[in-house]
């Protein structure tokens, strides 16, 4: 019978998140006949053919390997190889809660033509940095999906959607190098061809990136570059000016820590990591811009 999901799970050189990955998904109270995982290897220098294999018994699990290409390739190749109806995206450094297919699945039932993106929890709340990344996810969420059937982006590391469709739409644009940007780039795709994204909040997945200043900032400068490769291919399509967020966008991000629960020490010190986050992400905006050699500019 064919599979109902087909977990697809990028990853490179990180062993153990992988190996807390797979724990989860055998934890999945989804029957297990009804979902396949595929793990695609973006060239990590280590065999991860041992860590999967321990799991054989309980997941229905497979192993690609390719060059190391980024992973917005790695996620198509994964889809290549698909035999799941849709296809259910998750990173190595994810946990998804036990019902985390049931929830997706509730709602491609009901709406299979529809992506579906789920909510993601800081697994890591002592980590200052990683709690400052992830608020800046979830008020991102707050701005573009207020309302959760007319959803504007959701994450690429907790997705759900028709295998048909999304092979139909070209997948992951593999031109975008990082993981930054590309999911955004699918969503405004997307949406273009008239079709509709929905935000299901009870969908969770638990991230557990850990982050020191140096990797918040690389993370940070790495979203500027995708942003700028998303904003251009954007301007090439419409053959119009750049557009960027509103004034409001940035005075509400910046009122926003001190909307949530916790002290006040704590977030003073988050708001001074999202400003940091912002400038990380301009300077990442800037060089990729001077590398293509275009700033804001209308195609010619």
Not at 27 to 52: C, M, N, Q, W
Not at 153 to 174: I, P
């Amino acid at each position: 019978m064919r599979p109902f999901f087909s977990v697809i799970v990028p990853t490179h050189a990180r062993p153990r998140q992988l190996t807390d990955c797979l724990e989860a998904l055998g934890r999945s109270d989804y029957p297990p006949e009804r979902f396949e995982v595929i793990i695609v290897d973006d060239g990590s220098e280590a065999s991860l053919t041992e860590i999967v294999a321990q799991f054989h018994r309980q997941l229905n699990v497979n192993l690609i390997v390719q060059s190391q290409a980024g992973p917005a390739t790695a996620r198509n190749t994964g889809a290549a190889q698909a035999q799941g109806r849709f296809l259910a995206f998750i990173d190595d450094d994810c946990r998804p809660a036990p019902d985390w297919l049931h929830s997706l699945a509730a709602h491609l039932t009901a709406w299979p033509e529809r992506m579906i993106g789920g909510r993601t929890l800081n697994a890591l709340p002592h980590n200052l940095y990683s709690t400052a990344s992830q608020l800046l996810i979830d008020y991102l969420y707050t701005y573009y999906n207020s309302d959760h059937d007319s959803a504007r982006f959701v994450a690429s590391n907790n997705l759900a959607l028709s295998t048909e469709l999304f092979l139909q739409a070209g997948g992951f644009d593999s031109s975008f190098p990082f993981a930054a940007g590309e999911d955004r780039e699918l969503c405004a795709r997307w949406l273009s061809q008239d079709l509709q994204i929905t935000y299901a909040p009870e969908a969770i997945i638990y991230h557990a990136h850990p982050l020191t200043f140096r990797s918040f900032w690389r993370q940070h400068f790495n979203y500027g570059r995708g942003a700028f490769r998303f904003r251009a291919g954007r301007a090439r399509q419409s053959q119009k000016w750049m557009r960027f967020e509103s004034y409001a966008f940035y005075l509400n991000l910046i009122a926003y820590p001190f909307r949530q629960a916790g002290r006040q020490p704590a977030q003073v010190f988050i708001l001074g990591l999202l400003l940091i986050s912002q400038l990380g992400t301009g300077l990442g905006f800037i060089r990729e811009a001077v590398g293509a050699r275009i700033i804001a500019a209308p195609v010619t």
